[in-house]
Structures are given as C-alpha cells and as structure tokens.
C-alpha cells in the first residue's frame, strides 16, 4: 500500500510569488493534515480535513494560506504571495478516522519551501 | 504555552549505548506518540501509547508513560548508526485529532 506523498519535495520561489503543495493521503482515509516545521522549531499544525471539510483551521498562520481538498481524496495547500517567514518543511499526513483519539497519523516526506 | 518539551535537546552517544529521550506534557491525553525524522526526510511514526498503558515495547524501542508527571520517556536499546535522527513526542488534542509536537531530540549515534 502506498503512504503519503508529498509534491514538490522541494521548492525555491521568490518573494511575491505563488506557490502550490500537494498531498495525496493513504487511500481510504478520511483524515488529512497539514503541518509545517518551520527555521527548526517545533512541529506546528496548520490544519484538519475530514474528507473534504476543513474541521479544524485554527493553525493556518494567515489568509496567503489556501487549503482544499477536492472530492475527499487529494489536497492542495496554496500560499500567495509567498514571504520569507513561509520558508519551512510543510508535511501531510492521513489517518484512517477509525478510531477517534487514536488514530496514528502517517506523515508524508514533507516539502521543504524556501522563499529567497 | 508548549504541548510538548522533550529533554535533552541534543544527545550524542557510542553505537551500542542505549538512548533515553524524555518528554513532557502539560494538558490530558488521550495518547502519546513518538515520531522519528531522519535528516531530510519525512517523519515515521514508532509507537503510540494510551493513556490507560504504563509501558509499551516495540523491537529495540520501550517507551513509558507516567500520566500522574504528564511525562514519557523513549529508550532504544543497543542503539545502531542508523537510529541517528531527531525524535519528537506528539499528543493529541482531545475532541480533535491535530497532533502537539515537542521540540525533539537530536540524537547522534557515534560509530
């Protein structure tokens, strides 16, 4: 079974410009998360689909951050226009919403964004 | 204020050494969990332990959970080259899902 994957794993962009991350979770889960780790800090959470609804956005740092998920399967997370504060690695993870609580969450590689 | 601290924050050993990380956490939990991310890659998960669990093994991996110190600790046993990443604690958020990180430890095996 395929885990979570991540597109681009890396992505160099310029100040002012737009970029799009894609996460394709594990098939048949319902959860997907983004997250970011950002100049080494800690792991942030940034935000929660249950299928396609966002339950839960409270992470998402300002409006330049753009989550969807189309149909409940992949998602995308647009960032426009982009600052040099957004640079950090963005992760996706999936779980299958089986078990509330419970659940382990498997992370995808991560994209690693740097704005210049 | 922080979910998660792990201590130490970097940890530097011979290979064949056992590793302890610690962990601590300032909300109830559900569960605990612990994360592995290798330089550059993306995070694996090793264990999970329920809040009901005070000790868990997993291969060369024991973790315990002491819910009356809101603490955790992981150890690896005869720690190899490759166990050199950096680990990290999470805990849910109770009536959600999203995951609290520690900061992590950055642990190096020496060969």
């Known amino acids: 079974e395929a885990g979570v994957t991540q597109f681009p794993s890396h992505s160099v962009i310029e100040k002012g410009q737009t970029v799009t991350l894609r996460c394709d979770p594990i098939?048949?889960?319902?959860?997907l998360y983004w997250y970011r780790r950002v100049m080494g800090k800690e792991i942030k959470f940034l935000l929660h689909?249950?299928?396609?609804?966002?339950?839960?956005e409270s992470g998402m740092p300002n409006n330049r951050f753009l989550a969807e998920r189309t149909g409940g399967t992949y998602s995308t997370l647009k960032v426009q226009p982009a600052e040099l504060e957004d640079s950090g690695v963005y992760f996706c993870?999936?779980?299958?919403?089986?078990?509330?609580?419970?659940?382990?969450?498997?992370f995808g590689p991560g994209t690693r964004l740097t704005v210049l | 204020s922080q979910q998660g601290e792990e201590d130490p924050q970097a940890l530097s050993i011979q290979e064949g050494e056992n590793a302890t990380m610690n962990c601590s956490y300032k909300?109830?939990?559900?569960?605990l969990q612990w994360y592995r991310q290798n330089s550059g890659r993306g995070l694996v998960h090793l264990i999970l332990?329920?809040?009901?669990?005070r000790e868990k093994h997993s291969g060369r991996l024991r973790v315990t959970l002491d819910t009356s110190k809101k603490s955790s600790s992981l150890l690896i046993t005869a720690s190899r080259a490759a166990d050199t990443a950096s680990y990290f604690c999470?805990?849910?958020?109770?009536?959600?899902?999203?995951?609290?990180f520690g900061t992590g430890t950055r642990l190096t095996i020496i060969p």
């Open positions: 993870a999936s779980s299958p919403g089986t078990k509330r609580g419970a659940d382990t969450q498997y």
């Open positions: 098939s048949g889960h319902d959860n």
């Open positions: 689909f249950v299928k396609e609804s966002k339950q839960d």
């Open positions: 909300t109830s939990i559900n569960n």
């Open positions: 332990i329920r809040s009901n669990e």
């Open positions: 999470a805990t849910p958020n109770f009536g959600n899902e999203k995951l609290t």
